[in-house]
Nanobody
Framework: QVQLVESGGGSVQAAGSLRLSCVAS????????IGWFRQAPGKEREGVVH????????RYADSVKGRFTISKDNAKNTLDLQMNSLKPEDTAMYYC??????????????????????WGQGTQVTVSS
């Protein structure tokens, strides 16, 4: 059983930075997809960034490209999200996730929520203008 615990959320003014951390326990090495999602009040949960373990490929949502950076520490089993130049529209609950992904047309997909089987409890990020 994989457990994910996020930390690092908080309140910050626009243009500020925060670093979120996700610590994984359990056997996560078999999970093909890892990533971060967020959900703002009244909105659906959306993907922020996902990482393909086999290839090392990373894909960011257009809304965070150039501002957010994901980093992994395999020894510590952590997945961090550095968020710079924060905007009020980044306000949301942020979730770390891991999963087996799914295959379609022979390709592994990590882009949708169905790719993820394990979720953390979330950490709140609030950005004020």
């Amino acid at each position: 059983q994989v457990q994910l615990v996020e930390s690092g959320g908080g309140s910050v003014q626009a243009a500020g930075s925060l670093r979120l951390s996700c610590v994984a326990s359990g056997y996560i090495a078999s999970e093909s997809c890892i990533g971060w999602f967020r959900q703002a009040p009244g909105k659906e949960r959306e993907g922020v960034v996902h990482f393909y373990r086999s290839s090392g490929g990373t894909r960011y949502a257009d809304s965070v490209k150039g501002r957010f950076t994901i980093s992994k520490d395999n020894a510590k089993n952590t997945l961090d999200l550095q968020m710079n130049s924060l905007k009020p529209e980044d306000t949301a609950m942020y979730y770390c996730a891991a999963g087996a992904g799914y295959y379609s047309a022979g390709a592994l997909h990590c882009s949708s929520q169905r790719s993820f089987d394990y979720w953390g409890q979330g950490t709140q990020v609030t950005v004020s203008s």
